[in-house]
């Protein structure tokens, strides 16, 4: 009788590694808030009013803007924050991201400036 429920216990606890295993990032993966994205193409970073985001196996993020515009981006070009109770804003990590002669576009009003040193 003990062996067998050894046997069974040995067998439960493979059969849940295994699944758990087989699964991708849906087990471990966390629920995050961002509110912007900031999409950076050389010199030059769009600042994106996010109202949903998606990111896929690989390193595509979807993005779906306030007015329901949909963005397929890269991770690699594209940085997600949440700038509402920092003291970062996304302005700043733009510039950071963009240097001294870039230029930031806001997608959603359009407002668009270089940045000088």
Same mark, same amino acid.
């Given at each position: 009788?003990?062996?067998? &429920?050894?046997?069974?216990?040995?067998?439960?606890?493979?059969?849940?590694?295994?699944?758990?295993?087989?699964?991708n =990032?849906?087990?471990?993966?966390f629920?995050?808030?961002?509110? &912007?994205?900031?999409i950076v193409?050389?010199?030059?970073?769009?600042?994106?009013?996010?109202?949903?985001?998606?990111?896929?196996?690989?390193?595509?993020?979807?993005?779906?803007? =306030?007015?329901?515009?949909?963005i397929v981006?890269?991770?690699?070009?594209?940085?997600?924050?949440?700038? =509402?109770?920092?003291?970062? &804003?996304?302005?700043?990590?733009?510039?950071?991201?963009?240097?001294?002669?870039?230029?930031?576009?806001?997608?959603?009003?359009? =407002? &668009?400036?270089?940045?000088?040193?």
């Amino acid at each position: 009788m003990n062996k067998k &429920k050894v046997i069974t216990l040995a067998l439960i606890a493979t059969l849940a590694t295994a699944t758990l295993t087989g699964c991708n =990032k849906d087990v471990w993966d966390f629920k995050y808030t961002f509110n &912007k994205a900031i999409i950076v193409n050389g010199d030059t970073a769009t600042i994106v009013e996010i109202d949903k985001w998606t990111d896929y196996d690989g390193e595509q993020l979807q993005i779906i803007t =306030k007015d329901g515009t949909i963005i397929v981006t890269s991770s690699f070009d594209t940085k997600l924050i949440n700038d =509402k109770d920092g003291n970062i &804003k996304a302005e700043d990590i733009a510039r950071a991201l963009v240097g001294d002669e870039g230029e930031i576009t806001y997608l959603d009003t359009g =407002k &668009k400036f270089t940045l000088t040193p």
